[in-house]
């Protein structure tokens, strides 16, 4: 069985301020991870994912997410907080190689001016 | 590409009309999912298919929801009878990518059941 949990279903932060999105994941056999971001009345696109190769993993916007299997974690991280970042961001989870993901609840990042 | 189609965008129904939602994957992609999004639930998995076929529709919530695929460029997900509780956004997505598993969603529906 594949499940993720998202730590906080709001996180407000400041403009310029640093973005820590928690995702912890459950899976019994090397998982495939994911963020996903969706904006108001649009649906989610993909910002980052995780294949088992660098555990340090890049994404759009200035977004990175690491990879840590100790702490079966894959929080989503970045620098300084824009105003166009603002919106509700998905963890999900893909393991047993086949195509069904599981998603989180989300959690909705609010930037303070 | 223009990405994943759905139409239409908005649909507001009485209870008890049939409601049918449509999608158009990214070409090239052979799997397909349908999701509902709502406040008390979360985002969840209703069906997908692998090269039309119905692989998984455990998440289907009960008899009067179908979906299918005829072709590879179309699917539908029908609603008859229509509730109140099936108020939901209800998303398409493709994949194409065997071993990343990336999903690409559509813009969705927003149903609404009066």
């Known amino acids: 069985a594949q499940s993720v949990t998202q730590l906080g279903s709001h996180v407000s932060v400041s403009e310029g301020a640093l973005v820590l999105l928690r995702c912890n994941y459950s899976s019994s056999v090397p998982p495939y991870l994911f963020w996903y971001v969706q904006y108001p009345n649009q649906g989610l696109q993909l910002l980052l994912k995780y294949t088992s190769a660098a555990t340090l993993v890049k994404g759009i916007n200035g977004f990175e997410a690491e990879f840590k299997k100790s702490e079966t974690s894959f929080h989503l991280t970045k620098p300084s907080a824009h105003m166009s970042d603002a919106a509700e961001y998905f963890c999900?989870?893909?393991?047993?190689?086949?195509?069904?993901?599981?998603f989180g609840i989300g959690t909705k990042l609010q930037v303070i001016p | 590409d223009a990405g994943v189609i759905q139409s239409p965008r908005h649909e507001v129904t009485e209870m008890g009309q049939e409601v049918t939602l449509r999608c158009k994957p990214i070409?090239?992609?052979?799997?397909l999912f349908w999701y509902r999004q709502t406040m008390m639930r979360g985002l969840e998995l209703l069906i997908y298919?692998?090269?039309?076929?119905?692989?998984?529709d455990s998440g289907m919530p009960e008899d009067r929801f179908s979906a299918k695929m005829p072709n590879a460029s179309f699917s539908t997900l029908k609603i008859q009878p229509s509730e109140p509780r099936d108020s939901a956004v209800y998303f398409c997505?493709?994949?194409?990518?065997?071993?990343?598993?990336?999903?690409?969603f559509g813009p969705g529906t927003r149903l609404t059941v009066t």
């Open positions: 298919f692998n090269n039309n076929v119905p692989i998984d």
């Open positions: 997505a493709s994949s194409g990518d065997r071993y990343a598993y990336e999903q690409y």
């Open positions: 070409s090239g992609h052979d799997y």
């Open positions: 999900a989870v893909n393991s047993g190689g086949y195509q069904k993901v599981t």
